[in-house]
């Protein structure tokens, strides 16, 4: 079975700092992977999604995430955070041979200190 | 356009009681989907539907719980009797298809 890996559980950093979450998958095929995020009493919302084509894919709100198949990793990252991006982020893997079950890893909460 | 309506929003029940939780989807979406969310976890896929039938049941704990889409729109999850490891915010969210899923609010869910 898929399962997803998120190697931060809690991130705390100042306002203007780089972030990177980390997220690897175990499935070895085809699969499109997903950051969604979660607000501070919002629900779930994407963030950003990779289906196919160019590996670095671009989101909402200047975040970016890069597919590495060799690593089978999928990182988000963004240059210069602002204490608005404090919330919980989650990696998530559909496999394309397992219909459109999402598997999505435990999450890292984010604290963006102003 | 209106997003995934859930509820209630919170619920508190002794163990042992039934529990039900109200999901519609976004107007046209196929496919609907309901996932637990333990404290600390990611979302855990519970049941899946595509229109009014079961695509993906294989995580639901089918001894206690169970869900329906009976007109192929709006679904229940009910929970029959609670445990205390039941305690956890219960998402449902829907697609048009293979593509992006949109998150309801989901239930809080406390189970004493």
């Known amino acids: 079975a898929q399962s997803v890996s998120q190697h931060n559980h809690h991130v705390i950093l100042s306002e203007a700092a780089s972030l990177e979450l980390g997220c690897n998958y175990s499935y070895g095929g085809t699969v499109n992977l997903f950051w969604y995020v979660q607000y501070p009493g919002q629900h779930l919302q994407l963030l950003l999604k990779?289906?196919?084509?160019?590996?670095l894919v671009k989101g909402i709100k200047g975040f970016e995430a890069e597919f590495i198949k060799s690593k089978f990793s999928f990182n988000l990252r963004k240059p210069s955070v602002q204490w608005s991006d404090t919330a919980e982020y989650f990696c998530a893997v559909r496999e394309e041979a397992a219909g459109n079950k999402l598997t999505f890893g435990g999450g890292t909460r984010v604290l963006v200190k102003p | 356009e209106a997003g995934v309506a859930q509820s209630p929003r919170y619920k508190i029940i002794e163990k042992r009681q039934s529990v039900a939780f109200w999901c519609n989807p976004i107007?046209?979406?196929?496919?609907l989907y309901w996932y637990q969310q333990i404290l600390g976890q990611g979302p855990k896929l519970l049941i899946q539907f595509q229109n009014n039938g079961v695509v993906d049941d294989s995580q639901l704990p089918k001894d206690r719980f169970s869900a329906e889409r009976l007109k192929g729109v709006d679904s229940t999850l009910k929970i029959q009797p609670a445990k205390l490891e039941d305690s956890a915010v219960y998402l449902c969210a829907s697609s048009l298809g293979s593509d992006e899923q949109f998150f309801g609010p989901g239930t809080r869910l406390t189970v004493l």
């Open positions: 990779y289906f196919s084509g160019d590996p």
């Open positions: 107007s046209g979406h196929a496919t």
